[in-house]
């Protein structure tokens, strides 16, 4: 069984070999930065780099006529509908990746080369599943807003490169099921949040119908944070030996 704990020959620290360690530090001065100038080059070259480049993406303008004209109402009362359809197309693609994250998740379990403390695999398939109806949801309000639901918004494009490092870890062969259970976790917590903005931002446009909807995805995905947390916690103190607290 895999363990993130165990013990081995991790040669990464400078104790490893404390000889060619203490040469390292008396010879460090001969290896001064090769770049002229300070830390301030750096940021001065982003800025620079800043000021020449473009936005991440653009929104697309609304696919059909009924989108032209709830576009149109929005802004006549003063309201920007292709940030909602921004917001959504955001929440599109997480709900797309976090489907992806749970299917990762469920294979590390049921390969069964770490320990899973509490998890439990029908809990997870239902999570997976609730994933999927969220995508399925959001792809619905997008056509009831008149957009292409098949767009790559400019958020969902950031949160695509923001998730990248969760789906690394998790298709790792090497990775623990606590170590894919402590990356979904940010997953959960961003989602929730996100959610929980994504009904008030539709709520604040009137459409009050689709931000129920957001609501009842919010609570769903609550559930999901508190379970994956409790699991998550509990395999560290486990791994710590430390006894659970009873509370009377
Ligand atoms: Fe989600
Ligand atoms: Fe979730």
Known sequence: MKKET???????????????????????WKAPPIALGDSGEIVRL????????????TVSPPATIKGVAKTALQMGKGHNATALIDKIGERLAFE???TR???????????????TGDADLSALIRFHDEEREHFLL?????????????????????????????????????????QCLDAILIAELADNEAWKLLSEVA??????????????????????????RTWWAALVKQEAGIEEEVHA
């Open 96 to 98: 797309r990746a976090g």
């Open 138 to 178: 959001l792809w619905k309000c997008l056509e009831q807003l008149g957009a292409d639901p098949t767009v790559q918004t400019p958020s969902a494009d950031h949160t695509g490169v923001k998730g990248m490092g969760l789906l690394q870890t998790m298709s790792d062969p090497r990775s623990t099921f606590y």
């Open 203 to 228: 709520d604040g446009m009137g459409l009050s119908d689709m931000a129920a909807s957001f609501r009842d995805a919010q609570a769903q995905e609550q559930i999901h944070l508190d379970t994956i």
């Open 46 to 57: 982003r800025a620079a780099y800043d000021a020449e480049s473009g936005p991440i993406g």
């Open 6 to 28: 165990e013990l081995g020959m991790n040669r990464t620290g400078m104790a490893m070999a404390p000889k060619e360690g203490k040469r390292q530090k008396e010879n460090e």
């Open 101 to 115: 994250l749970y299917e990762l998740l469920i294979g590390k379990f049921r390969a069964g080369e770490s320990e």
